[in-house]
């Protein structure tokens, strides 16, 4: 289906709406309406250059339905992960005008009374994008793909991995792949209209849920598949599902996404590590299942000046000989030329199981 | 509440009963009687020589309920994961007996609409010990506990990693120490009568849950925390379980578990790793976030004649430099004494995160 988005961000479209810019800036399905009275009648652009999106901001759903939207997208994930109690009001509405809701939060809307009655009544659907379908363990199936697949890693969360795996997929479509784009997480999800958040998978499945993402883009044809990578390898909490990509999407490179600027895991004391430290575990990790090396360094240099920027790409480069650059602040053109002949089939080890 | 087991195992018993065996060998419960026709009459010695018991085998529950049992617990795992058709009858007959059913299945009996409407009208409770609780996200409060933290760690899934933590727990006290047994798994759970299947748990909170069972034993007043592993750190579905006890339960020491028999990772084409190659890639991790060496090789020889069990032991202590041994066929005793003065409080990378 074809969405046409209005986007839920009462308050909150300048600073706290990762999900609504995201989807702004890489989205496959057009967006039609901001909703934010704050910033009301101004356009997308006025508010945040870097979109460079002239969709009108506008004060409610009333508002928005003038544009003739099909779903409503909950365009933050506040922590906690509920939604808003002021917003319910805006959801019923949206779904009164026979509109899809779809939410990346973590409270699960489909099963909220009101609203799944609701949405019955008027004859629409409640997508709760984080909420993962039933998947089957890890199979080596992945191992089959043809198409070479690349997974984003990173010193940290929230370093810019979903983002990274985007410019990547556009700049390899622009030199001429099918490149695909592999979503895990919510953004992501919406940003692409599939994916599973392998993060809310039973740990045992997690790998399996990566594997289907694989073969379903590889099924679409993609001659690249690109995945959006999750969480750092030494995270305390998140780590785990880092490994799950790592194993289940059986990668055949791996693009390291840093913010230099990271001295801790957000919210932990362990230390970040240096770039010749997150190579080393990386690779070692992965040479005890099937191989894939690092090809390049993507930096996210936006808490930096143009001319540190330079220097701490450079650096990178000088540390690791590896291709370095920032794809969002330089374009993702060079850096993906650089990479791509490091791009290519790695077979895992052992021979392939047959079941 | 203490249990008083009588197990279901119908026609299962000798070959295909896990979970029995491990209840009646290390249960903190009493087990009363077996349930299998084939062998009813006998005594559990009598069919398995090495469980030493002199548990009576009946051939039905009526039977069974003779020993006055206040539990029935089903004493397989198959594969599939599912109560066997032809099992029904009998859990029927338990719950009106008023027993407790206690079941470490994949399929959740307690949301089976007979068995739960039973339950009720018997005032009986159904314990699906894999199902896990709700778990908050790993904190760190797990690096506040005093008692060191041993994890077993190994070479593939089912090598004995749950009977070398038991081994050493008992070794442990006997040496007059307060050793305190983590279960992260079903049989485990069973026997501990407490703990989390790790690895039902939603990957993200997958740490937190091993935390939560850390605290927990730490609670409890354990000198000596002795957490039963899963998995392998190469297990192409399983690996983001391993890691997740690896991160979450902040251990200060490892004992690496291996059947020396295993080439491959059980189900799949992925090699296993040899001993230094293991020791490797789980102090590396680890380095990244809480260092713990590991202390010991824990064999499991079984199928090796004792000839070579001694010198696979030997190959295993001069390859590593490591005390080694098989806790199971030649005790635990010594090789708890010389990995005790390796088990040694350690902290963290960084200062501890506060809120």
Request: charged share 20%; hydrophobic share 45%; with cysteine.
């Amino acid at each position: 289906m074809t969405r046409r988005y209005a986007i839920l961000a009462p308050d909150r479209f300048e600073h706290d709406a990762k999900t609504a810019h995201g989807v702004i800036r890489y989205g496959s399905d057009e967006v039609v309406a901001v909703i934010d009275p704050t910033h009301a009648g101004q356009r997308v652009r006025d508010v945040l250059a870097y979109l460079d999106s002239d969709v009108p901001i506008v004060s409610s759903v009333a508002q928005a339905l003038e544009h003739a939207p099909t779903s409503l997208l909950i365009g933050t994930a506040p922590k906690g992960g509920g939604l808003p109690p002021d917003w319910r009001a805006a959801v019923a509405h949206a779904i009164a005008a026979k509109l899809e809701i779809v939410s990346g939060l973590h409270e699960i809307l489909g099963i909220d009374r009101e609203f799944r009655s609701a949405a019955r009544a008027a004859g629409t659907a409640i997508w709760d994008v984080r909420e993962p379908p039933d998947v089957p363990l890890f199979s080596g199936d992945a191992y089959d793909v043809q198409a070479p697949v690349l997974l984003t890693v990173g010193n940290d969360c929230a370093v810019g991995k979903m983002t990274v795996a985007l410019e990547l997929v556009a700049a390899a479509c622009a030199s001429g792949r099918q490149a695909r784009f592999v979503p895990t997480g919510q953004t992501g999800i919406v940003i692409a209209g599939w994916g599973i958040s392998v993060d809310r998978v039973i740990a045992d499945f997690a790998a399996g849920a990566a594997e289907q993402l694989v073969l379903y883009a590889a099924h679409e044809g993609a001659d690249l598949i690109v995945v959006e990578g999750q969480g750092a390898i030494n995270h305390p909490a998140y780590a785990p599902v880092t490994l799950a990509l790592m194993t289940g999407c059986a990668p055949d490179a791996l693009v390291l996404v840093c913010d230099p600027s990271r001295t801790h895991i957000e919210s932990y004391a362990t230390p970040v590590l240096g770039y010749k430290e997150l190579i080393a575990v990386h690779e070692a990790l992965l040479e005890t299942i099937k191989p894939a090396p690092v090809v390049g360094i993507a930096l996210n240099t936006r808490g930096l000046s143009e001319t540190q920027a330079r220097a701490e790409i450079a650096r990178a480069r000088d540390e690791t000989q590896l291709p370095a650059g920032d794809v969002v602040r330089f374009g993702a053109d060079d850096f993906y030329s650089q990479i791509s002949a490091r791009i290519v089939k790695r077979p895992p080890l052992g021979a392939r199981h047959e079941p």
